[in-house]
């Protein structure tokens, strides 16, 4: 996920969060230096399972969600607690999926909500699955890199298939201190190899894109102009 | 620039952009244009070379279509203008590239700035410039069709690559004659099934909904009739020169 470029929007946002429970704000981390470490593990769950099922629903509209696989979060890793139909499949992702340069790479409160079509859920939920296995088990951040690319390395993952991509469309979604719940937006996956130009980054372009390290996936990233429940989303310097 | 009187993609785009809340509900004789045959082949043309290049650039931000190659529709299929140093090109697509049974195939007032990619330029480009080339060789829409279907048998089409995308927010199209004429976005290329959740809209404006709140749109374009293309268009929400689109 890349957040980078979304505009901060922070307060209502956070507000929701706190209604519905699913990230509990405010920790000890927050007076010292943030996140350089894992946090304790309960801190990355959400106690209440009904709950991030619900959550991870929220990436995409209810037409696509309703009929997809849902995992969440356990102790050791993802574990799936919906059977789907679609092809889809539905999780909260938590902060470990952010780049390695991400000073909140260990942020606890990180709750963030996808919904990958098929080719995704086939080439790039295997990395959400085995980086929160390293996280889970205690990995440092650069144990955590060193595995995931050997993983790569080894081909124990998969590149991106053709047409990967997700919907990130959840109104309470949040990345971190910076953008808070950031904008709703789909993301495109391609291999890095693959030196793809959509003019991302360009003044005028709508397109966001980031180039993950060791991961060797580049990311687009496409603001969209509702959340997924429907209603408006803030004007940003993005799509809308 | 001369082609403010430019006009218009499909009645399928237009249905889509109507389905996003683009576009203004179409007034009522709109929809009773129609376009049996070709016109004169002037009708098509921008008299104007610097007037298309220009047009051309506005599909995308300056800060892409600048460096972008430019092509101009002569009176035998597109023309090299400007040489580009980025892989984009840019052009102004003309009726013909819609559905073969669109009612709006033959509109001589769609003018459809588009900058491709460059998978798009090596992939999707050269089915422009052939049925361009057939259309302005007289051939009918049936033979035009048959040609590409020949084509692609053969492989004297490229296969699509992926990535491929372009650019389509120029202020100044004409896509269709309904509503507002109009809808900046982006368009993404994919094989034919590929599932991304979009809406459906068919190029007889009928547009049926298997995801509402999806913002993406799978456009009537290509499908397999005959090209293997899925064409998803994403709305920008801005145009070119980053002003607001309604």
């Known amino acids: ?197 959509w003019g991302a980054e360009f003044p005028g372009s709508p397109i966001d894109v980031h180039e993950y390290s060791p991961q060797p996936i580049t990311e687009f990233d496409i603001s969209v102009s509702k959340w997924s429940d429907g209603t408006p989303a803030p004007v940003t310097s993005g799509a809308q | 620039m001369e082609p403010r009187t430019v006009r218009m993609i499909a009645l399928g785009f237009f249905a889509l952009a109507l389905a996003l809340g683009a576009l203004q509900q179409a007034p009522a004789e709109d929809a009773k244009t129609s376009y049996p045959s070709m016109a004169p082949l002037d009708q098509y043309l921008i008299a104007d070379r610097n007037a298309e290049i220009a047009l051309a650039r506005t599909a995308a931000p300056s800060s892409i279509s600048r460096n972008a190659k430019v092509m101009v529709l002569g009176p035998h299929g597109y023309e090299t203008a400007a040489d580009g140093n980025n892989g984009f090109v840019c052009m102004v697509e003309r009726a013909w590239m819609n559905p073969f049974d669109s009612p709006e195939f033959w509109n001589p007032k769609n003018r459809s700035p588009i900058c491709l990619n460059p998978p798009a330029a090596r992939t ?24 590409v279907k020949a084509a692609l048998e053969k492989k004297e089409l490229p296969a699509l690559e992926a990535g491929a995308m372009s650019y389509m927010m ?47 749109l799978l456009a009537p374009s290509y499908k397999g009739n005959p090209e293997p293309i899925d064409m998803f268009l994403m709305e920008t929400g801005m145009w070119s020169d980053g002003t607001a689109a309604q």
């Not at chain 1, 059977?83 to 990180?110: T, Y």
């Open chain 2, 124 to 147: 999707v480009l050269p089915i422009t410039l052939m049925r361009t080339r057939l259309v302005l060789a007289g051939k009918s829409k049936e033979e035009v069709k048959q040609s």
């Open chain 1, 1 to 197: 996920m890349n957040p980078k470029r979304f505009a901060a929007i922070v307060s209502m946002p956070l507000a929701l969060i706190f209604i519905l429970g699913v990230a509990p704000l405010g920790r000890a981390q927050d007076s010292g230096p943030l996140y350089e470490r894992m946090a304790p593990i309960d801190q990355y769950l959400m106690t209440d399972r009904n709950t991030e099922i619900a959550f991870a629903r929220t990436a995409a509209p209810e037409s696509i969600s309703r009929d997809a696989e849902v995992l969440v979060l356990g102790r050791h890793g993802y574990e799936t607690v919906v059977k789907g139909k679609n092809g889809w499949v539905c999780v909260v992702e938590r902060s470990w999926m952010a780049p390695f340069d991400d000073p909140e790479f260990l942020n606890p409160d990180q709750r963030v909500p996808l919904c990958l079509n098929p080719p995704a859920a086939r080439t790039h939920l295997p990395l959400t699955i085995k980086t929160t296995e390293f996280a889970m088990a205690g990995q440092s951040k650069s144990q955590m890199f060193d595995s995931i690319k050997a993983a790569y390395d080894k081909k124990e993952l998969p590149l991106p298939e053709p047409g990967a991509m997700c919907y990130m469309m959840s109104k309470q979604q949040y990345f971190s201190r910076k953008v808070g719940n950031a904008d709703p937006h789909l993301m495109f996956w391609f291999p890095q190899k693959d030196n793809l130009s």
């Open chain 2, 170 to 216: 120029s202020k100044d199209a004409y896509l269709t004659d309904k509503g507002g004429h109009n809808m900046a976005h982006l368009m993404f290329y994919m094989p034919l099934g590929t599932v991304w959740g979009a809406n459906l809209v068919d190029s007889s404006n009928n547009v049926s909904e298997p995801f509402p709140g999806s913002p993406l």
